[in-house]
């Protein structure tokens, strides 16, 4: 009880005794006090305690909240719930709440026990392990079941929920939404081209994703329920902590952590550390082709001198970007290469690069080709090619079709020793970006994206430019999988791809997108040279790379560059090998 001041003693005595007894107040005064006290305290009003937080109880249980459908039943609705926190991600950078889940769980697998609240900084803080009772209102976010506002989070002792094992393929993610999983399979990185920039990594299981229309027997709703976007937890572009940074093709174990809902996708937030480990070395140096001849394809990744236009956005990316590129075709090291995306300004660009190669090769190793019609695009074909070893033959050409808005360049070789001649014939088709709205070039929903009308009028073009060229060998950035119609026309024509005779499946990519490998790069040999050719490989050491660690400065962070072959493109370099007559 609290104490009472000497002025508020004598205040209450006088209002108490009658109006006569301050008279006789020093004598009856230790008589009264106590009488008067006891009045007093009896006649104060009784202040009612109130209810304790934690007897509050739920209104809801969060299977309930859940539903059994995508979507909350009780949306717009202020519940209050119990269970333990598994996650928490409540700092302003990460995700503003935190994951709890129902330890006990209902009979309903169609029902989800976890959910997210989205507390916000007024809320008290939480941690795992937490038995908390939440109140808010039940909101479906963009597709991810949440309780937002958060209200009141009471803190109600401790608890425990085990991470529920769980296999991928899925049959389906939304019954185990927000709930906390472990996966006890190995599982594979199939992209992270976000992995720098916002911290995502896309795992599956039973080995690497690939494109449908690269290879039979790839069926994308199975591709879609073998794989698991995996999180960092955080909100912010370009974190300052990286997760691990992988290459394609490398294995996670272990994976725990709850699994959120976010643009358009399921994510896993993980709890504990992601633990990877190398199933996919870095090749050193491309498999051998054998052969007299070696030629290459190599999609340069917009090589331009001049600044801030599509490549290098100042000198010093543009000096990065060169010893990358540099260091690829010093390792490819063929007598011919094919090259993709670079400036169109004449030969400024392909000579800068040549002069490049040239400075780490020795003097005169390559020289570059001036191409007669290059066309209106920002980017250019180019070829480059060892004087010591092949000898052109007659004039460099070029297709002026307007089919083409990159014209393919067509140059006939010899080797030094003479011999059968064979004719490369350059190309960079029609790109998937930018489609149309509607038309025959709109997307039509089978997998081979926009533009696929052109790009099959090209490959008609170019069939007839071949026909009358000796030894025919069309190669480049396709823009088209192996098992499109574009590739598809090339091949009822007479054209065998070098790659599906000599690459193994599971080898057989030279690009990355969405999470989906397959082969934009592609060799294709005329009837001729068909017995002539002696192998080819796509040398990996683009695609599998995350773009953390290209010449690029404004997001990467300084330590991961170095001057090598690494993510000096998108695109992988394919190179054959030919055994031809007069070639050494």
Not at 103 to 114: F, M, Q, V, W
Not at 163 to 180: F, I, K, Q, T
Request: glycine share 10%; proline share 9%; with cysteine.
């Amino acid at each position: 009880m609290r104490a009472l001041s000497r002025a508020s003693l004598t205040a209450l005595i006088a209002a108490a005794l009658p109006t006569s007894l301050p008279v006789v107040l020093p004598v009856v005064l230790p008589v009264v006090l106590p009488v008067v006290l006891s009045v007093a305290l009896l006649t104060t009003p009784a202040q009612a305690e109130p209810p304790a937080p934690c007897a509050t109880t739920a209104t809801h249980r969060i299977s309930q909240v859940q539903g059994e459908g995508d979507a909350t039943p009780l949306a717009g609705q202020t519940v209050r719930v119990e269970g333990v926190v598994t996650g928490d991600f409540q700092r302003t950078d990460q995700l503003g709440g935190f994951f709890l889940q129902d330890p006990r769980p209902d009979a309903d697998p169609r029902t989800s026990e976890g959910l997210f609240a989205y507390a916000g900084e007024a809320v008290k803080d939480v941690e795992p392990g937490d038995r908390v009772l939440v109140t808010g209102r039940a909101t479906e976010f963009n597709g991810w079941t949440e309780l937002s506002p958060v209200t009141a989070v009471d803190v109600c002792g401790t608890g425990r929920v085990a991470a529920r094992p769980y296999l991928l393929p899925s049959g389906g993610l939304e019954p185990v939404e927000n709930m906390l999983l472990t996966f006890p399979q190995p599982l594979t990185v199939t992209e992270h081209y976000n992995s720098g920039r916002y911290g995502e990594v896309t795992l599956s299981s039973q080995g690497r994703l690939f494109q449908p229309t690269d290879r039979r027997g790839v069926v994308p709703a199975a591709n879609a329920r073998r794989s698991l976007l995996v999180d960092d937890g955080s909100t912010r572009e370009n974190p300052a902590t990286l997760p691990p940074v992988v290459r394609a093709g490398d294995v996670a174990s272990g994976l725990t952590g709850v699994l959120g809902y976010g643009f358009g996708a399921y994510r896993l937030q993980p709890t504990k550390p992601v633990a990877y480990r190398s199933a996919n070395p870095r090749p050193r140096r491309p498999s051998p082709v054998a052969g007299n001849v070696k030629v290459a394809s190599f999609n340069t990744l917009n090589w331009f001198t001049t600044l801030g236009s599509r490549g290098a956005g100042d000198a010093e990316e543009q000096r990065r970007q060169l010893a990358k590129l540099v260091a690829a075709l010093k390792g490819v090291n063929a007598d011919a290469v094919a090259l993709m995306e670079v400036e169109n300004n004449g030969r400024t660009a392909l000579q800068a690069l040549v002069d490049a190669v040239n400075a780490e090769v020795g003097a005169g190793t390559y020289a570059a080709l001036t191409h007669p019609h290059p066309g209106t695009d920002a980017i250019q074909v180019g070829l480059i090619y060892k004087p010591a070893r092949l000898t052109p033959v007659g004039e460099t050409r070029a297709s002026q079709d307007a089919v083409f808005s990159r014209p393919p360049l067509i140059q006939t070789f010899r080797g030094k020793g003479g011999g059968r001649p064979f004719t490369l014939v350059v190309n960079h088709l029609k790109s998937k970006g930018s489609c149309p709205s509607s038309g025959p070039d709109a997307d039509q929903g089978d997998g081979q994206g926009c533009w696929n009308a052109t790009r099959v009028a090209q490959a008609e073009a170019l069939l007839g430019i071949v026909a009358d060229l000796p030894g025919p060998i069309v190669l480049g950035d396709l823009n088209a999988y192996g098992e499109e119609d574009p590739i598809r026309t090339l091949e009822r024509g007479g054209l065998a791809s070098v790659t599906k005779r000599f690459v193994p499946a599971p080898q057989r990519y030279s690009y990355v997108f969405d999470g989906l490998a397959g082969e934009l790069d592609h060799v294709l040999v005329g009837r001729e040279l068909r017995g002539r050719v002696t192998g080819a490989t796509i040398w990996h050491v683009n695609a599998d790379e995350p773009r953390i660690r290209d010449y690029n400065t404004e997001f990467n962070p300084p330590d991961l560059y170095r001057p090598d072959a690494y993510r000096s493109s998108d695109h992988d370099p394919v190179i054959a090998g030919l055994t031809l007559p007069g070639g050494r």
